[in-house]
């Protein structure tokens, strides 16, 4: 492999010579041979788009020419088009500000620069640090890049999966809104709803969760870019960080600001931790909705066995037309990591001491993961599962007519303690429920059947 050298504060190192990084990137790559989980490409285009507008914002204040502007300018748009995705090799466990990845794109985008100027016939020559990296700090800019980063994930690719999933389940909403079924609760038979009525809660839930959403993403909208070091901004133009978030908003046509406070940006995260508490009720609804498609399903004809789910592939390397619901094992799945994601969050955002939060890679990789996660398991159940979900309603109307909880209509008629002894009466001598009725004398028949009528207690004027 050829090599070039490459000069830091520290000394020489050898660099590929078909490599764009230089010597800090380099030293990061050595000393931190940890896992396999790098820095996620979202935010290293986060940081391509700050490093953007940090020069646009230096070039207007009077700090940077034109000729280094341009080349920056030109060379993060590589990145943003993800034409240099291989010049970013770093670890997510290295320090804890982030310091070498702040590097890492500075060096790539001063020696990509650089080349673009020599190409020109430029005599202006980009260094990393003074010119990339002006009115900057890896304090300032990591913390900025999360909240880039995690916000278009969010807008960008969760909350779509979320709106298509809603939709879908709509579809099946109205489609079996008048399908009347026995409920449960404590997993035990309770009184009739629809089918239609039962995927109104499912989607009611990711509604409300996609409002949450939204709501804790405002947070994510201030930046921390301005503080510099430890929050007092030196080093920086006083209007740097006002003009660079005013760039961003510009450039993604997010209204993200300037937060008001640098001293809280550099050492708390905790816009994360709130907008990643919304994933996890996010994630907490989409474990109840494929675990109550799981129970339904289950079967086909030893179980529950009221909806039937699409077969995508053989469910059994021994067992023949064996159908599993494996997409709610795979969505369920997911769940269980973000749950784990959340609860390394909330450690690695509790650990700000003094000036600085130093667990800033391991938060935006998990929160990073948690939206990619969820956005694509929910696309993937919606589509594999969701819209082919059917009903089988044979065997909705045979457990309809089974449950002992229709006794509740008589409740008003003959009272709690006398519909209570019919129930149990049935249950115990495996008899209907009339039977039972009758038996004891307290309807007629005439009154039995205009009194429990399953389609009649399901007040379908309620439904949402």
Request: glycine share 6%.
């Amino acid at each position: 492999m050829k090599t070039r050298i490459e000069k830091d504060s520290i000394g020489e190192i050898e660099v590929p010579a078909d490599k764009y990084w230089g010597a800090q990137t380099e030293r990061s790559k050595r000393n931190f041979k940890i896992g396999q989980e790098k820095m996620p490409l979202e935010l290293i285009y986060a940081y391509a788009l700050l490093k953007k507008c940090a020069a646009k914002a230096n070039q207007e204040l009077g700090l940077l020419s034109e000729e280094k502007t341009e080349a920056i300018v030109e060379v993060c748009d590589l990145i943003l088009k993800g034409e240099l995705n291989d010049q970013f090799p770093l670890s997510v466990w290295q320090t804890g500000s982030g310091t070498q990845t702040n590097m890492n794109v500075n060096e790539v985008i001063a020696n990509k620069g650089n080349e673009l100027l020599r190409k020109k016939g430029s005599s202006e020559k980009l260094h990393p640090n003074d010119d990339v990296n002006k009115g900057q700090s890896s304090n300032d800019t990591f913390p900025t890049s999360m909240h880039i980063a995690a916000y278009k994930g969010v807008h960008e690719k969760l909350v779509p999966a979320i709106s298509s999933f809603i939709e879908i389940l709509k579809e099946k909403e109205a489609k079996f809104m008048d399908v009347v079924k026995i409920g449960r609760t404590h997993l035990q038979d309770a009184t009739p709803l629809t089918v239609g009525q039962e995927i109104s809660g499912w989607r009611a839930m990711l509604e409300k969760d996609q409002k949450m959403i939204f709501e804790s993403s405002d947070y994510l909208l201030d930046l921390a870019i301005g503080g510099t070091a430890v929050g007092t901004g030196i080093n920086a133009h006083k209007d740097f960080g006002e003009k660079v978030s005013s760039f961003i908003a510009e450039e993604t046509k997010y209204p993200f600001r300037s937060s008001p406070n640098k001293f809280q940006a550099l050492t708390s995260h905790d816009e994360i931790v709130h907008s990643h508490g919304t994933l996890k009720a996010l994630a907490a609804d989409l474990m109840k909705i494929a675990n109550d498609i799981r129970w339904l399903s289950s079967g086909p004809r030893c179980g529950i066995g009221e909806l039937s789910i699409p077969a995508n592939e053989p469910g059994s390397s021994i067992m023949p037309g064996k159908v599993n619901p494996t997409q709610s094992e795979a969505l369920t799945m997911v769940v269980a990591q973000i749950f784990g994601n959340d609860m390394t969050i909330s450690f690695a955002a509790s650990q700000g001491n003094f000036q600085l939060n130093v667990f800033k890679p391991v938060i935006i990789y998990n929160y990073l993961q948690s939206v990619e996660l969820l956005s694509d398991g929910m696309n993937s159940f919606a589509e594999k599962c969701l819209r082919g979900l059917e009903i089988v309603k044979g065997k909705i109307e045979e457990n309809v007519q089974r449950s002992l909880m229709l006794v509740t209509a008589l409740n008003s008629y003959i009272g709690y303690e006398r519909a209570a002894e019919i129930a149990k009466l049935a249950f115990k001598k495996n008899i209907t429920l009339k039977e039972a009725a009758l038996e004891l004398n307290y309807v007629s028949e005439e009154e039995y059947d205009a009194w429990i009528v399953p389609k009649n207690m399901v007040n379908l004027d309620r439904s949402l």
